[in-house]
């Protein structure tokens, strides 16, 4: 369980006219991947049943850490397959920093007229989402804005390493 005593597995969430399913590694069980097409673990692990058969998108954070710099561009790639209308999950260890940072990060770019992307986040899938400064600077700076200084008082950013995007894997053919 979350040391939070929350629980994420595969929670269907809205931000515009999209859906994304989220989750936390430690709740996912292989049958809970089946439903989709594409799948996004934003941490090591990936669980899939024998015979489970989706694109796999890796784009591996650090915990705590902020993203690199081709996250917004990653952002944009995954609101194209989103609205491909194709079924997506993404997830990390414990379903809150990064996972939080990506569906905060897609509201900031779908919902413009939203002005607090974090606090909209925490009201649409747990009061957690979101845990670092770093975290809360690159969704903002996906707005234009400097993150307000509630979230800069949290955990201190990790340092990333250059990646170029999301690492393609795997792409089922079945669906």
Do not use: N
């Not at 790639?77 to 379903?95: N, S, T, W």
């Not at 992307?117 to 707005?143: D, M, N, T």
Request: proline share 5%.
């Amino acid at each position: 369980g979350s040391k939070y005593g929350c629980s994420h597995r595969g929670i269907p969430i809205q931000v515009g006219d999209l859906t994304i399913h989220l989750g936390a590694d430690r709740d996912l069980k292989p049958e809970d991947f089946a439903p989709f097409d594409i799948v996004i673990p934003l941490c090591t692990s990936l669980h899939s049943g024998f015979g489970q058969r989706f694109e796999v998108l890796s784009y591996r954070l650090q915990d705590y850490g902020g993203v690199p710099e081709s996250w917004s561009a990653a952002m944009d790639y995954l609101i194209d397959r989103l609205r491909e209308g194709r079924k997506v999950m993404a997830y990390c260890m414990g379903g809150h920093g990064r996972t939080g940072t990506l569906l905060a990060s897609l509201i900031a770019k779908l919902e413009p007229e939203v002005e607090d992307p974090i606090a909209a986040a925490r009201s649409r899938y747990c009061s957690h989402a979101v845990e670092s400064s770093g975290q809360a600077e690159v969704i903002f700076a996906l707005k234009g804005m400097e993150a307000p200084s509630q979230y800069l008082k949290t955990y201190p950013s990790v340092s990333y390493g250059h990646t170029s995007g999301f690492q393609q894997y795997g792409v089922g053919t079945d669906r």
